[in-house]
């Protein structure tokens, strides 16, 4: 499953940030847009580093759906920095 | 006592079979030990009320916290490092080894055991690394600092 929502929260000593939730979703739009000039990109690095495009693509392609459910959480005495991938 | 565990024993009083033997065949007759994280004991439906089976069920997140304290990372008051990342990601992760050109593999090697990590890319096989991540599932590392220093690091999968 492709990841949808980012949330994304960043609190500092000074100041505080409301939770974002990002759709992540509508990304999609413009890499569909941009996916010709994309593979050509991609297939060029692919081929000049001898490797092979299909699996490079399968490769970044079960990086992306396995990433919902990933969970980050760093928070110090005054500063935390929350990142969630639905 | 139950008759095989009987006939154990007049087998190792009869001198047919000695101790460690017998010890053994006893420990071979014992019950499964009691159901531990990530596996559950029960019936299952529709089997016929007889007998249990044990269902052993795939950790899905591997999760890393880290406590420290000042001394440790430089920052004022403790600092908490809470990470949870999807299994799946580990398996699409480690695949990416095989994106790494051939020639690419000996420079890395070399590099690796300069640094004293004595691994071979070329050896690493898919089914080695699922294999290693399905028991990654059973591990859990419980790090401690010494007295004065409150870090800890724990990783175990969930």
């Known amino acids: ?86 | 006592m139950n008759e095989n565990r009987r006939q154990i024993l007049e087998m190792l009083a009869a001198g047919k079979i000695t101790a460690d033997e017998a010890e053994r065949l006893i420990s071979a007759l014992e019950p499964e030990p009691a159901a531990t994280v990530g596996e559950f004991s029960g019936r299952i439906a529709g089997s016929n009320g007889g007998k249990e089976a044990t269902v052993k069920t795939r950790a899905k997140y591997l999760r890393v916290l880290v406590e420290a304290d000042e001394t440790m990372t430089g920052i004022k008051g403790p600092t908490t490092v809470n990470v949870r990342v999807p299994m799946q990601l580990l398996r699409a992760g480690v695949r990416l080894a095989s994106l790494i050109p051939a020639q690419a593999h000996q420079q890395l090697d070399e590099a690796l055991s300069r640094h004293g990590v004595p691994l071979t890319l070329s050896q690493i096989k898919p089914e080695n690394l699922e294999e290693l991540i399905d028991h990654l599932e059973d591990l859990t590392v419980d790090v401690d600092s010494k007295e004065g220093n409150a870090t800890k690091v724990r990783v175990f999968c969930e």
């Open chain 1, 1 to 86: 499953m492709t990841p949808n929502i980012a949330v994304l929260q960043i609190e500092g000593p000074h100041f505080h940030m409301p939770r974002l939730w990002l759709p992540i979703f509508l990304l999609w739009i413009p890499l569909i847009l941009l996916s010709p000039f994309l593979f050509l990109v991609i297939f060029g690095l692919c081929l000049a580093g001898r490797v092979s495009p299909w699996r490079a693509i399968a490769v970044f392609w079960a990086i992306v759906c396995s990433l919902p459910g990933t969970h980050v959480r760093v928070s110090t005495q005054n500063s935390q920095v929350l990142v969630r991938i639905l």
